[in-house]
């Protein structure tokens, strides 16, 4: 199958940092079909070659085992071309065409890697130079709007363009092994099912924790704060994995059905519990790994007096049969103690301890996202240790490493997702109904911040956020995992 992927973006930060390592792990693991152009669009003015060298000086900054060799680079850059664009007069666009008209690929991906406010006028340009065949794709990075009614905007106006089955909306967090192992941990085995309600689950926990901090987004991440940037994508995301319905196949539609139906099943927020169950804090300086670092307000591109969140902690409920009454909480933020993703299942207690130490004791199941990758089932056993008192209980851990047990097999988040476009498999992106939903549940709070006076709450970099977040959970009798 012959393949034309056009990137625009293609000199923009995403491209440098995700996507050409991943589409050079595709082509070193033999995966990316081999008929196929690697087209870089920007407004830069490159031949292929200086393309190509820019590409090669990049590949410096990946990681050692994820570098490419003379040998393998050489092999790669020939699929690597570059076309000029100005995305703004049609002229550019009539040129793309005659580059793709030239080689008649069997499929073209159109992938936006680009900034969202120009979306609309790439789509509409695309589809007036008759860019939109039913053999395009379209794929879009995120953040897809900035709320409910800019996100509405871009999908229609996507839509006018391209059919929903050729639109491809990325959230790279469904590409990651650890959450397609959620799906295979929910839905191919039969164990944790009967277990897998408010009879037995206490609280679910997913935390997103990032040490970095903006790093060079210092001027986006003033406009986009960690509620859009992480919440109302990626962790909402895993809500969904983690909290909805089996569906009746794996197809996209039964799939995305379901995690539709949990979106609109997340309890509607009042005064009260945005005022209480929504946290939101912004690093101050600090110490990460030994070394100093500065607060959020010094950041370049940042207003020192910012009144952006660097870091969301709330509480929020699936209303219906199987969850009522189940807090979930998410919590993300950058600077904070680790990098470190993980989903905490905390299953209920014993109803009746026989045991002196079973007090307080109850079993759990995470489901390690980042650093590692794999599951972890806690419970409690007897300890050989305990020779005097034979009823006093000890928590043991059964680990299920994957990285170990897959190792080199395994597909990282954007391979595993540019190699599904490819393949035209859309179960892995997100469907405008679902991301649309996600907005209408977030906007509340994104308007209830913009009237409370407090702000932010400051938090030391290098810490588990503000310790308001630490005390909503404690009102419900519960505590974060690492403060157990
Ligand atoms: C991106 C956010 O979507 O996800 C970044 O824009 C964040 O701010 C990144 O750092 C986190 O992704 P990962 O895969 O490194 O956890």
């Known amino acids: 199958m012959s393949f034309d992927l056009v990137l625009f973006g293609g000199t923009g930060d995403l491209a440098w940092r995700k996507l050409m390592p991943a589409l050079f792990q595709a082509f070193r693991h033999g995966t990316l079909p081999p008929d196929g152009r690697i087209i870089g669009v920007g407004r830069d003015d490159l031949c292929a070659e200086q393309y190509r060298s820019l590409i090669r000086a990049r590949f410096d900054k990946v990681e050692l085992a994820k570098r490419p060799t003379e040998e393998e680079f050489t092999r790669f850059a020939a699929l690597l071309e570059f076309v000029r664009m100005d995305l703004s007069g049609t002229q550019d666009y009539l040129r793309l065409r005659e580059t793709l008209s030239g080689r008649q690929a069997d499929t073209v991906l159109i992938y936006l890697a680009t900034a969202p406010n120009l979306f609309t006028t790439v789509c509409e340009q695309l589809a007036l130079c008759g860019l939109n065949s039913a053999s395009t794709r379209i794929v879009l990075e995120k953040p897809l709007g900035h709320d409910l009614a800019s996100n509405r905007a871009i999908n229609e106006s996507v839509r006018r363009g391209f059919s929903e089955k050729q639109i491809f909306r990325i959230d790279h967090y469904l590409g990651k092994p650890a959450v397609q ?24 926990q997913i935390t997103i924790a990032e040490d970095l901090g903006v790093e060079k987004r210092g001027a986006f991440y003033e406009t986009t ?245 630490s005390a909503m959970i404690a009102r419900d009798g519960f505590c974060w995992f690492e403060e157990t």
């Open 225 to 469: 704060g960690a509620l859009r940037d992480m919440v109302q994508n990626h962790a909402l995301q895993l809500l969904c994995a983690i909290g909805m319905e089996p569906p009746i196949n794996a197809h996209a539609d039964a799939i995305r059905d379901e995690k539709l139906k949990v979106l609109r099943s997340l309890k509607p927020w009042t005064p009260e519990t945005l005022a209480q169950n929504v946290i939101r804090g912004q690093y101050a300086g600090g110490t990460i790994a030994g070394a100093a670092v500065e607060a959020y307000r010094a950041e370049t591109g940042v207003s020192p007096n910012s009144q952006t969140e660097t870091f969301v902690a709330l509480r929020t409920e699936i209303s219906n049969w199987r969850w009522a009454g189940v807090p979930f909480y998410i919590r993300t933020g950058k600077r904070l103690a680790g990098r470190d993703a993980r989903i905490v299942v905390n299953f209920r207690q014993t109803p009746h301890a026989i045991f002196s130490s079973q007090t307080g004791m109850a079993n759990r199941l995470v489901i390690n996202l980042q650093p590692k990758d794999g599951l972890e089932l806690h419970l409690m056993a007897q300890g050989q240790s305990n020779r005097r008192n034979s009823q006093t209980l000890a928590p043991v851990q059964l680990d299920l490493d994957f990285d170990k047990r897959f190792g080199s097999e395994r597909v990282g988040a954007y391979e595993r997702l540019l190699l599904d476009v490819i393949d035209d498999r859309l179960n892995l992106f997100v469907r405008s109904d679902e991301q649309e939903e996600a907005w209408r549940w977030v906007e509340p709070i994104l308007d209830y911040w913009s009237h409370d006076p407090q702000g932010p709450r400051p938090y030391a970099a290098g810490s588990w956020g503000p310790s308001a977040s």
């Open 181 to 204: 192992n959620l799906f295979a941990l929910r839905f191919g085995n039969s164990l944790f099912e009967p277990l897998w309600r408010r009879e037995h689950i206490a609280n679910i």
